[in-house]
Each structure stands twice: as structure tokens, then as C-alpha cells.
């Protein structure tokens, strides 16, 4: 069996939550992303800069519902990993049900 | 971009559970995140649709048709992306708009049929509505027992 190669940046349980979450969407919440991760501001913000020191997340404040925000979105370049990173855990995945 | 392996997941059942944890925050995301903008622009384009079959077609049926077509389109998306769009003070003013141009043309095109009409528009809204919330609890009930296997 050959072994699965992961993208390091996504790798991280946090970081794949993070990238999950901002993939359906144009933009999510700081807040929004640190409630359902349960997660503190820090920890948050610690994987966050990792994503955006990559170039797969950018972060920028939009006005929404009458105030500023910090809006949280993949960029091109993170939604191509992230679905590489989701490619891979499927062939994983799918080696068990081959098999049994 | 350097790529790494891991026990983490590096067997196949760790790799299911990732993705049990993937599907679980997408659902999460797309009932709270900012949906993009093509899906705004479809819901306004069946809106336009819906007042252009009232304004031109005079008939019921043309008029229902637009009206089913629009709700069809709203109850799809809940069940594709498992949440509509958020709502902003955007939907807001579309909504009343689109109420009042409602009645405002059934006052002028249909006479006494518009008591009922407008009734009938209100009471289609409504009943979707709390379907729609309906479909959304089930769909957070869910997500919270995907979350939990992982």
C-alpha cells in the first residue's frame, strides 16, 4: 500500500476544521469559526496565521449587519489543497471498504 | 508545498473520521457562513420571475407556477447545502418589496380577488418559513450527531 501524502499546512486537525468550514462559503465569522471549533481567540488566531502565512486563507474586515468584522475566506490556492487534503483521506478511506 | 504522513490519520479509519469532521463543519458553514453571491442572485432572479408571471400573465396558474417554482428553489437549497442563505437587512427589504409589490398589483389587476390573493401569498411565506426552520433544526441536530462520532 503506498503512503498517503498530506498536505502538512491542512494536516492539522484544527487547520482541516478551519479549511472545512470556509469551504462552502465566501466568507465566515472569526467569530462564527472560533464557536464551533471551540476553540479560544489565540489557539484560533495561531492556526490561522499558518493558513495565511501558506496563502490559503485571507482575512479582511467587512462591514456586515452594521459593523466591522473580521471575515475569514479561502483563497484559490487553499481551496485546490484542501480538496487535494479531502482526495487523499477518501482514497485512504475508501481502502477500508475495498477491504471489508 | 511540503507534504507530510502522519498517525493520525494514516489509517482508514482515522481518514473516516476526518471526513465525518469535514462534512460536519461544512454543514456548519454553510448554515452560517456568507453563502456566495451566485445563490443570492438566482433566489432574486426566481423573485423576478414570480412578479413578472403576476404582472403579465394573468393568469393563476402562471402566477402559482412562478410562486411554486421560487419556493421549490428555496427548499432545494436548504436540502442541497443544508441551510438557506444568511439572512441580512438586504432579505429584509427584498422581502417587503416583494410583499408589497405583491399586493399592490393584485389590488390593481384582480379587483375582489385580491382579498384573496394577498392572503394567499402571506399564508405560502409563512408556511414555508416554518418548514424551512424546520428542515434547519433537523439539519443542526444532525451536524451535532456527526460531530459527536468524531
Not at chain 2, 462534512?23 to 456548519?28: D, K, T, V, Y
Not at chain 2, 399586493?103 to 389587476?109: F, I, K, R, T, V
Request: aromatic share 8%; charged share 15%.
Amino acid at each position: 500500500m503506498s503512503v498517503p501524502q498530506f498536505d502538512a499546512v491542512i494536516h492539522a486537525p484544527i487547520r482541516l476544521q478551519i479549511c472545512a468550514l470556509l469551504s462552502p462559503v465566501q466568507h465566515a465569522e472569526f467569530q462564527l469559526v472560533r464557536d464551533q471549533l471551540a476553540v479560544s481567540d489565540s489557539v484560533l488566531s495561531k492556526h490561522l496565521s499558518q493558513l495565511v502565512d501558506a496563502d490559503y486563507v485571507v482575512q479582511t474586515r467587512l462591514p456586515f449587519n452594521g459593523r466591522q468584522r473580521m471575515m475569514l475566506s479561502l483563497t484559490k490556492k487553499g481551496r485546490s489543497a484542501f480538496a487535494a487534503h479531502v482526495e487523499t483521506l477518501q482514497a485512504l478511506a475508501s481502502i477500508a471498504a475495498e477491504g471489508g | 508545498m511540503p507534504a507530510e504522513t502522519s498517525s493520525r490519520t494514516d489509517t482508514p479509519e482515522n481518514a473516516r473520521a476526518a471526513l465525518a469532521t469535514v462534512h460536519a463543519m461544512q454543514i456548519a458553514g454553510r448554515r452560517h457562513g456568507v453563502w456566495p453571491r451566485w445563490t443570492r442572485w438566482i433566489e432574486l432572479l426566481t423573485t423576478a420571475l414570480f412578479l413578472l408571471a403576476f404582472s403579465y400573465g394573468h393568469s393563476p396558474l402562471a402566477m402559482m407556477g412562478a410562486g411554486l417554482a421560487m419556493l421549490a428553489f428555496r427548499f432545494w437549497c436548504v436540502r442541497r447545502f443544508g441551510a438557506l442563505a444568511r439572512w441580512t437587512r438586504f432579505d429584509s427589504i427584498a422581502t417587503l418589496l416583494v410583499i408589497a409589490l405583491t399586493l399592490g398589483l393584485a389590488s390593481a389587476q384582480w379587483g375582489r380577488a385580491a382579498h384573496f390573493v394577498p392572503l394567499a401569498v402571506i399564508g405560502g411565506w409563512a408556511v414555508s418559513a416554518i418548514a424551512l426552520d424546520e428542515m434547519k433544526r433537523r439539519a443542526a441536530s444532525k451536524r451535532a450527531s456527526a460531530i459527536d462520532l468524531t
